[in-house]
């Protein structure tokens, strides 16, 4: 019920605090309310629709994917987790605290931890203590996720991010540090509620975090090893070396996070490295192959691949590239995450910005010359479309293109278009393998592309492979042209031999 609270604090409403507790609303039923609901529960309009706009705000990632709920422990029983934690700490202020009068103060600290509480949550995180400037929090608890560990990452940039956009009385902009440590910690007093305290973590990981949060500059984060391994390559990180510091015997290796990577999916972000061979599922790839032979004859093809999470449809995905390397063909590939599922069109907007090879430092002039080069290769008429794709890409154009002059709707349905359009003219100069991943997270303009996309591929040769997972129910099924492949468990066979070439053909026990 303490992130409820805290949460209403953040935005300004703690004084429902004791009601909602009262009605049994926790973090986890908050986006089920309705304005009914509050209604009855005595709010009054204004604060309803305020209550109601932050609920939104707090998205699907917040409460994406839960892969277990903790069970609460008994009174007094401590339990073991795995999490990601997150030390944030406030630079300079103590020097701050003696330029502003207390009252400043107070607001500066306020502002700050309504900002942590507001982004914590956000990402699905637990804030565990307010310490003087400094926040501590977990993810993966009591909410577990299978991405924990980015999710902290993500939520530190963020904090980053609006901390540094805090208006305040201090002279200049604040600035925190923040250091993030995965492992294994005990979780103290669970079922107690009032007392923050109770929910202390004893472990090596938040000491660890503490002095990692020691070593950044202001303005960043730092990541320990364990975490590092969990993030791959989602985000761009810088190796500090290793470090002795007090309290822990080995010197400590250590990243700093600059911001999130350009990767092509999430799949080779985070799995690519150290794959095994590719096992079994031959009656899946002969299936992908003879549709990629209509496909490639001028008969475009769907093929949606659905499984739980783990079960290999992006590794079978791959598989099929690399089975195909040899035929010249134009390779497209989308990924959906669970962060954006509300932000129209991006993962067409991420795969055109890699296409162009748009870099940190790009000017706009940069970047408009690269996206013209990029629309060359597809269309007939370069400067009839760079304006809406200038405006897609949110690059400003200044004098370059003429004011588009469309009213939303128009330049909704002409981005659409031209997205179409650009696909069937690089369609036209070779076949296209395309692959559109996570589909469960696409955003409703997304959807709406693909829907138009399913259509124009017919005559196109193209081989368009849509993997998401069973939540996921695809309005495609039954269409012309569009197959389907249910991915389930490998067989025991197989299992087998993927165990055998893990273990290096070491025998081990059949169990
Ligand atoms: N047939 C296979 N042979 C060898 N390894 C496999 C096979 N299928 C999956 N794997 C491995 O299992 C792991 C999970 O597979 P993958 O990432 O493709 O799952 P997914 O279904 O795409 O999951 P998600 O829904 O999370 O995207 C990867 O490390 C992958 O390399
Ligand atoms: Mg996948």
Redesign the pocket.
């Known amino acids: 019920m303490q992130q409820t609270a805290i949460w209403l604090n953040s935005i300004g409403l703690g004084a429902y605090a004791q009601r909602f507790a009262e009605n049994d609303i926790d973090f986890s039923v908050l986006r089920y309310l309705t304005d009914q609901d509050l209604e009855k529960l005595g709010v009054s309009l204004g604060h309803r629709r305020k209550i109601l706009a932050a609920i939104a705000e707090l998205g699907g990632a917040a409460f994406a994917m839960p892969q277990a709920v903790a069970e609460p422990a008994q009174q007094g029983e401590a339990e073991r987790r795995h999490l990601t934690v997150m030390i944030c700490d406030l630079v300079g202020s103590t020097a701050l605290s003696a330029r502003l009068d207390p009252e400043d103060m107070r607001a500066v600290i306020d502002a700050y931890h309504a900002a942590c509480a507001r982004i914590t949550l956000t990402y699905d995180g637990f804030l565990a203590e307010f310490r003087g400037d400094g926040i501590l929090a977990y993810f993966g608890y009591p909410i577990a996720h299978e991405d924990d560990a980015e999710r902290t990452v993500r939520a530190g940039l963020d904090i980053i991010a609006a901390v540094g956009r805090l208006e305040t009385r201090a002279a200049e902009p604040l600035a925190v540090r923040i250091g993030i440590a995965t492992g294994v910690v005990v979780i103290g007093d669970l079922s107690r509620e009032g007392a923050l305290r109770e929910h202390a973590v004893v472990g090596e990981t938040p000491n660890l975090a503490a002095r990692l949060q020691a070593l950044g500059e202001p303005g960043t984060i730092v990541v320990a090893a364990s975490t590092r391994r969990l993030i791959g390559d989602l985000f761009r990180l810088r190796d500090l070396g290793r470090h002795e510091v007090r309290g822990i015997a080995e010197p400590i290796a250590a990243w700093a996070v600059e911001g999130v990577s350009a990767s092509e999916s ?2 080779e972000a985070v ?1 690519a490295a150290g ?7 031959e009656d899946e790839i002969d299936f992908l192959l003879e549709r990629q032979r209509l496909a490639w004859k001028g008969e475009g093809q769907i093929v949606l691949i659905s ?10 995905a791959a598989a099929l590239a690399e089975r195909i390397v040899g035929e010249p063909h134009t390779r497209l590939r989308y990924q959906c995450s669970p962060y954006h599922s509300n932000s129209a069109l991006r993962p067409f907007i991420a795969q055109l910005e890699r296409a162009a090879a748009f870099k940190a430092d790009d000017t706009s002039e940069q970047r408009l010359d690269k996206l013209e080069a990029l629309l060359a290769i597809g269309a007939s008429r370069v400067e009839a479309v760079a304006p809406l794709f200038a405006a897609l890409l949110s690059i400003p154009s200044g004098e370059r293109y003429p004011p588009l002059a469309l009213s939303p709707t128009q330049q909704r349905r002409r981005t659409l278009a031209a997205l179409l359009d650009q696909f069937e003219g690089l369609a036209r100069r070779q076949p296209i393998l395309l692959s559109f ?2 589909v469960h997270w696409a955003d409703a303009t997304s959807l709406e592309l693909l829907d138009l996309t399913v259509e124009r591929v017919r005559q196109l040769p193209v081989l368009a492979l849509f ?1 998401f ?1 069973p939540e996921f129910e695809p309005p495609w099924v039954g269409l012309p042209n569009v197959g389907t492949l249910t ?1 389930g468990r ?1 067989d025991r066979n197989d299992v087998e031999s ?1 165990v055998a070439r893990v273990t290096g053909g070491r025998a081990l026990p059949a169990e």
């Open positions: 999430r799949f799995r794959l095994t061979d590719f096992i079994g599922r499984g739980e999470p783990g079960i290999g449809k992006s590794r079978l991943e996570d993997t997972r991915l490998l993927m």
